[in-house]
């Protein structure tokens, strides 16, 4: 039921008000063709029929795209046309020979026996010239014989000519046809003329060709002009009928087996026309009309060949049933094929509802290894391909969730604000080679007139170079904020902070730092470098390395680092950087390098820090080229009054 209801639905969507319309129109003139209403009943039936024409080529449309949607559909129907119509065709034809050849066989037949009549009255006539008595004889064979002897040679000098001295034929006289043969004698008292004649009647149809059926023959007259009425035009002449003649008791055979049609043919008879006066018109027509069976015909046809027609048979029905079986085993190989072809594409076409649905698990069955079962395997290779893309995808995607969660991570540790400190002007930038950067800076405001100026580098990426950068962060700061943290040596900061890092990350978890505290008050500048890349101390022209410190935090736990120390003069100022900032190589393979950077930092030594951060960001660009940035690029910038 819920079936039914589901077509229904189907077939009311595709049903449009057009069709409505139609549907109307043809139940209209359906009701005006059974009650009849005159004048509007045939504008209605008119209408109907042009929206019963409407509606079939709508359903034939509409069939089309229901039967010949699946693949195994189109293929019955490709065969049909392909294989089944031709030989159709073929039949049709053989049919349409067969017909044409047992007419005329007929015809051919019904004239021989005819010709066959005539030469035995021309035989009769010899005889009788010669003073034999086998005239006698044949009249058992032409029923209606008359023999007459004429002293006048004028009928046969009409007939024939002047000097013809004998005629045989067909004589039309009005409506009667007559067969005639007509002989000249010499003889001591002159000549005379043998007629015999025997008249064209359903007796002696009776007598012709027994394998037809039932004969008719028509006698035609030429039409004069101006009188064509029922005419019908043979030739440069119109003739009508005035008479026919036909067999009464010769009944149409029985078929003698289940092919065995009625074959109806004619054959078309040339006789004189003999009109009132001398006036004869040869080539008269005469129509044969006959019908007859095919298994008639073959007997007559095969009678002369005797044993050998059986032999014939023979071959001729076994060739038949070779013929047969070639074509059983070629329909019940396209059986095969088909299914082959269908199945596999069947197969397909499921495999494609389970990857619609989101399984990419299901797989074709590969059972040959043809060009379809090639396709199918494709197939699985591509489903195999696109579930490891997604789960790819899904690792790219976690992935950058990650990124982005160390992005935000990182985004919190840089410093949001710049410490207020007496005569100090601090500026920072790092822009990253990836998402997130390896690298930290911050900036701790200690005192009133203290800052602590930290830049680093830590080993790994992503979110656990991330927490790793926020534990050390913590660590500092914790280090940095505490009471009394104003007279701790950056020394011991130091070495707290690789204390940490040893205890609390893996081996292969380190990191470079430079840290430096500055006092305004004291113009005091202490630092420890741990495994970082020197700071740079610009004064007076002159430009220091800072290197005092010690190796990398996180190595070995109790490594006791190294303090420095300076006093900074007005307007020094002090660079910290990361490698990725005198690393870049030009094209010929060439670093920045740190002497580089120092000149660079000194031909700017009169600019803010900002701008110096700045410049030296662009002339590590300008190094690379256009090239892609290998590593992350940090500097700060200090100014101290």
């Not at 067969?179 to 359903?202: I, S």
């Not at 010769?250 to 092919?259: D, H, K, M, N, S």
């Not at 602590?452 to 500092?476: E, F, N, P, R, T």
């Amino acid at each position: 039921m819920n079936r039914l209801t589901a077509r229904a639905r189907e077939i009311g969507k595709r049903v449009t008000r057009l069709d409505a319309a139609a549907l109307g129109f043809v139940a209209a003139g359906a009701v005006a063709q059974a009650v009849g209403l005159g004048t509007l009943g045939g504008i209605l039936k008119f209408a109907g029929v042009v929206a019963a024409g409407y509606l079939a080529v709508r359903l034939a449309k509409w069939s089309r795209e229901r039967v010949l949607w699946s693949l195994r559909s189109r293929l019955i129907v490709a065969y049909l046309f392909i294989a089944v119509v031709p030989v159709l065709l073929l039949m049709v034809l053989a049919v349409l020979a067969g017909q044409i050849l047992y007419s005329q066989l007929g015809a051919y037949l019904l004239y021989e026996d005819v010709q066959s009549r005539l030469e035995l009255m021309q035989s009769a006539a010899e005889s009788l010239a010669g003073g034999s008595a086998t005239g006698v004889a044949a009249r058992a064979d032409l029923p209606g014989l008359h023999i007459d002897y004429k002293e006048d040679t004028s009928y046969l000098q009409q007939l024939a000519g002047e000097r013809a001295r004998s005629f045989a034929g067909i004589v039309q006289t009005g409506g009667q046809l007559r067969l005639t043969v007509l002989r000249r004698l010499e003889g001591g008292q002159g000549a005379k003329v043998v007629e015999l004649g025997v008249p064209v009647t359903g007796e002696f149809l009776e007598t012709l060709a027994p394998e037809l059926g039932p004969v008719q023959v028509t006698v035609a007259q030429r039409v004069e002009a101006g009188k064509k009425t029922n005419s019908v035009r043979i030739g440069e002449a119109d003739y009508r009928a005035v008479g026919r003649v036909a067999t009464r008791r010769r009944a149409l055979q029985a078929a003698e087996y289940w092919v065995d049609p009625v074959i109806e043919g004619f054959s078309k008879l040339e006789a004189t026309y003999v009109a009132g006066g001398e006036r004869v018109e040869r080539g008269h027509p005469v129509f044969a009309f006959f019908k007859a069976r095919p298994s008639q015909l073959n007997r007559r046809i095969f009678s002369s060949l005797g044993e050998l027609s059986r032999g014939k048979l023979l071959y001729f029905q076994m060739a038949t049933v070779f013929l047969l079986l070639i074509e059983a085993g070629a329909l019940v190989t396209g059986i095969i094929l088909t299914r082959a072809i269908t199945g596999a594409v069947d197969e397909l076409y499921r495999a494609t509802q389970h990857v619609q649905a989101g399984d990419l698990t299901y797989r074709v069955k590969v059972e040959r290894r043809d060009q379809l079962g090639v396709l199918g395997d494709s197939f699985n290779k591509m489903t195999h391909s696109i579930n490891q893309l997604i789960a790819e995808q899904r690792q790219l995607q976690n992935l950058e969730n990650e990124i982005s969660i160390a992005r935000e991570v990182q985004a919190q540790l840089f410093p949001r604000k710049m410490p207020a400190v007496p005569g100090v002007e601090l500026e920072a930038a790092c822009r990253a080679a990836r998402v997130v950067s390896g690298d930290y800076y911050d900036f701790i405001q200690m005192g009133p007139s203290q800052v602590a100026m930290v830049v680093a580098d830590i080993s790994g990426k992503g979110i656990s170079a991330a927490l790793l950068m926020a534990s050390l962060q913590a660590a500092l700061r914790s280090q940095a904020l505490l009471e009394g943290s104003g007279s701790l040596s950056t020394a011991e900061v130091v070495s707290r902070l690789n204390r940490h890092l040893v205890r609390n990350t893996s081996e292969d978890r380190f990191a470079t730092l430079f840290l430096a505290v500055y006092d305004s008050t004291t113009r005091r500048l202490r630092y420890t470098n741990a495994g970082h890349l020197p700071a740079v101390c610009i004064a007076g022209g002159v430009a220091q390395r800072l290197e005092a410190g010690g190796m990398v935090l996180g190595v070995v736990e109790d490594y006791r680092y190294e303090e420095g120390e300076l006093e900074a003069a007005p307007g020094t100022l002090l660079i910290g950087y990361s490698d990725g900032l005198v690393e870049p190589e030009n094209e010929y393979g060439e670093e920045f390098g740190m002497h580089r950077l120092e000149a660079e930092a000194m031909r700017r030594q009169g600019a803010g820090p900002r701008e110096i951060a700045e410049a030296l960001m662009n002339a590590a660009d300008e190094w690379a080229g256009a090239g892609e940035q290998a590593d992350d690029m940090t500097v700060i910038v200090a100014r101290l009054g």
